[in-house]
């Protein structure tokens, strides 16, 4: 019976041996975008900071969009956008019954920021009267206090990822792709953080120094699932058509359309929809 169980497995495996070849290896790297956000709120952000001291300040005159000020700076929050960036190690395999396509698969590792809100508050007060030696005309000195707050969710995953691909002109210069693919996983980083800031300004050109007060907080939370399908819609470049050396090497970029599902911790499942962008390169095994 052993000897039987070890021939079948040995017919299986030079059956698909023979069927199956790896003939690429890929590395690739690239980032994702989403078209449209969803107006995330502090309060988002309770069931993932528990027992959060800045949660439990009042910021109900705080604006949610526009300007706000932060480490010195003007900055804009009129348009956050939830964003991933991954790098991919994969191989390319060739099915004798489907010799133009080539699957694609391997591993990702995906970092998402998934949940993001900011508000500002801006407000300023007297703190002095001058008065002009020459005309007497009185001044007041404006001391001016900006108020900001930040909340983030982000996540690392692990995800299998797996693409079927035709190519275009293959074996040419240049040359084009187009597929489908998909992956999933899950996260080993999960993490939370809090951040409230007061800026207090004298009025320029009156003696006096700033002064800033910062509290934050970070939160580990538990592990989730995440994935996305996308098409990927590439050209490849081949780096050498005389030199042996250069001949299996071909860089690509990749336009990626991508539907991406994740679940929040004690939250949600949050569904983006948006594009990627990839810049890969290949290295085209040797046929036997």
């Known amino acids: 019976m052993k000897n039987q169980l070890l021939f079948i497995a040995f017919f299986i495996f030079s059956n698909?041996?023979?069927?199956?070849?790896?003939?690429?290896?890929?590395?690739?790297?690239?980032?994702?975008?989403?078209?449209?956000q969803s107006n995330n709120k502090l309060s988002d952000?309770?069931?993932?900071?528990?027992g959060s001291d800045i949660l439990s300040k009042d910021f109900s005159a705080y604006q949610t969009n526009g300007y706000y000020f932060s480490g010195g700076l003007m900055r804009d929050n009129s348009f956050l956008s939830n964003s991933s960036n991954f790098q991919s190690i994969q191989l390319g395999l060739s099915f004798a019954k489907c010799p133009k396509g080539t699957l694609r698969i391997g591993i990702s590792n995906v970092h998402s920021e998934l949940l993001n809100t900011s508000g500002f508050k801006y407000e300023s007060?007297?703190?002095?009267?001058?008065f002009s030696s020459q005309t007497g005309q009185m001044y007041y000195v404006d001391s001016t206090i900006s108020n900001y707050y930040n909340g983030n969710y982000s996540n690392?995953?692990?995800?299998?990822?797996?693409a079927y691909?035709?190519?275009a002109n293959a074996g040419k210069r240049w040359a084009f792709h187009a597929g489908l693919g998909i992956s999933i996983g899950m996260s080993y980083r999960s993490t939370t953080t809090l951040r409230a800031e007061e800026y207090i300004q004298p009025y320029s050109g009156y003696e006096g120094t700033s002064t800033q007060n910062i509290e934050?907080?970070?939160?580990?939370?538990?592990?989730?699932?995440?994935?996305s399908?996308?098409?990927?819609l590439g050209i490849n470049f081949k780096l050498g058509n005389k030199r042996e050396f250069w001949k299996p090497f071909v860089i690509y970029n990749e336009f990626r359309p991508t539907i991406q599902l994740n679940s929040i911790p004690n939250n949600t499942v949050k569904f983006n929809v948006g594009f990627g962008s990839t810049l890969g390169l290949r290295y085209n095994l040797p046929s036997n």
């Open 45 to 50: 952000f309770s069931l993932l900071a528990p």
């Open 156 to 162: 690392d995953q692990l995800r299998l990822d797996a």
């Open 16 to 36: 698909l041996n023979a069927q199956i070849k790896i003939t690429q290896i890929h590395i690739n790297s690239g980032s994702f975008m989403d078209i449209d």
């Open 216 to 227: 934050s907080e970070s939160y580990g939370n538990f592990m989730v699932m995440g994935g």
């Open 165 to 167: 691909i035709f190519e």
């Open 125 to 130: 007060y007297v703190v002095d009267t001058l």
């Open 229 to 232: 399908a996308y098409i990927p």
